[in-house]
């Protein structure tokens, strides 16, 4: 089953947000049964990225790629980056996974890699 990360959007005007936000950016809904969830998708381009050399010990790896991606409906993520040699503006696709494990909870994001 493919996981999904989902956007909410405001049903007086349309404008997705991403995380959650108690009001909406546009409207100014403050109503919170005002926002429905919609998938994101799973194409984007890369903004920026930076590599994370000394991490805490849950994490399993020695490096992780950190990447803000605009997503191709414009809204903008957080995720992990598994590209050896990334350029700025390249084209990526995502998969949601676990990115961090810990002994009784699983944290699920976003993992890019080259499109
Ligand atoms: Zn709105």
Do not use: S
């Amino acid at each position: 089953m493919a996981r999904e990360i989902y956007a909410y959007e405001c049903t007086e005007c349309g404008t997705l947000h991403y995380p959650f936000k108690m009001r909406c950016r546009n409207c100014g809904e403050l109503e919170p049964f005002k926002f429905k969830t919609v998938p994101l998708p799973k194409r984007g381009k890369l903004l920026t990225f930076t590599k994370v050399y000394n991490l805490p010990a849950a994490y399993e790896v020695a490096t992780l790629g950190i990447a803000i991606v605009e997503l191709e409906n414009g809204v903008r993520v957080t995720g992990q980056l598994e590209v050896d040699d990334p350029t700025i503006g390249m084209d990526l696709l995502g998969d949601v996974g676990v990115v961090r494990e810990e002994p009784y909870n699983r944290y699920w994001g976003f993992i890019f890699r080259a499109a």
